[in-house]
């Protein structure tokens, strides 16, 4: 069965840089689209950013400029390089793969950023 790994949670102070990865696994393995999704205490789940087969990308507007998401389409596995981390992104991320008629999440990761 198809699953997905997040890793690479933790606490870091503001400022301060994380990355996450998640991993892909089972019969079928790859997926056109994989996103990063995070959701706070309180709040709805919110996307972040997502990565096509290709290699585009797109983000929240809260995170542009500081969260690059890639992909390593051989290893089946999507990362997520955080910069410049506010408190605000304080929340359990969370990986998402998706293809037509078919979509897995990740049980997820949490990222905690806090002096």
Known sequence: QVQLVESGGGLVQPGGSLRLSCAA???ISFFPVMSWYRQA???QREWVAHIFRNGDA???DSV????TISRDNARNTVRLQMNSLKSEDTAVYYCHAMRRG???WGQGTQVTVSS
């Not at 542009?64 to 969260?67: D, E, I, N, P, Q």
């Open 102 to 104: 078919e979509q897995h």
């Open 25 to 27: 696994s089972g019969t």
């Open 64 to 67: 542009k400029g500081r969260f």
């Open 41 to 43: 205490p309180g709040k």
């Open 58 to 60: 797109s983000y929240a």
